[in-house]
C-alpha cells in the first residue's frame, strides 16, 4: 500500500484545513489509518485514527472536537478535517497505514506512510 498525502498550507489561526490521503492498493477491513503531525525539534505525535471497516475512531486530546478524521472506502481516501486551528497545530502531517487491527497512537504500530504535509498556522 503506498499512501499520498495532500491538502497542507499557510491559513491563519482560527481557520480550516481539510488533509486528503489516498491510498494505493488493496485496503483490507481490519486497516486502520492515522494521522501523525511533527513539529520542528519534536517527536512525531498521533493526531487521529480511523478503523477502515466500521469507521471507529480515536483521537488526541489536543485535538478533539476541532480535528475530525473520516474515510472514503469507495475512493481508499482519509481525510483530516481541521478547524479552529492554532498555532501549535503547525507541523508536518503524515498519514499512515496499520495492517492489524486496533486503533494504535503508536508510530511504531504502523506499516506504512505517506510522504509528510506542511501545515502551517499563523497567529
Known amino acids: 500500500v503506498q499512501l499520498q498525502a495532500s491538502g497542507g498550507g499557510l491559513v491563519q489561526a482560527g481557520g480550516s484545513l481539510r488533509l486528503s490521503c489516498a491510498a494505493s492498493g488493496r485496503m483490507f477491513s481490519s486497516y486502520v489509518m492515522a494521522w501523525f503531525r511533527q513539529a520542528p525539534g519534536k517527536e512525531r505525535e498521533f493526531v487521529a485514527a480511523?478503523?477502515?471497516?466500521?469507521?471507529?475512531?480515536s483521537y488526541a486530546n489536543s485535538v478533539k472536537g476541532r480535528f475530525t478524521i473520516a474515510k472514503d472506502n469507495a475512493k481508499n481516501t482519509v481525510y483530516l478535517q481541521m478547524n479552529s486551528l492554532k498555532p501549535e497545530d503547525t507541523a508536518v502531517y503524515y498519514c499512515a497505514g496499520r495492517r492489524g487491527g486496533g486503533l494504535m497512537q503508536s508510530p511504531s504500530e504502523y506499516d506504512y506512510w505517506g510522504q509528510g504535509t506542511q501545515v502551517t498556522v499563523s497567529s
Open positions: 480511523i478503523a477502515w471497516s466500521g469507521g471507529a475512531t
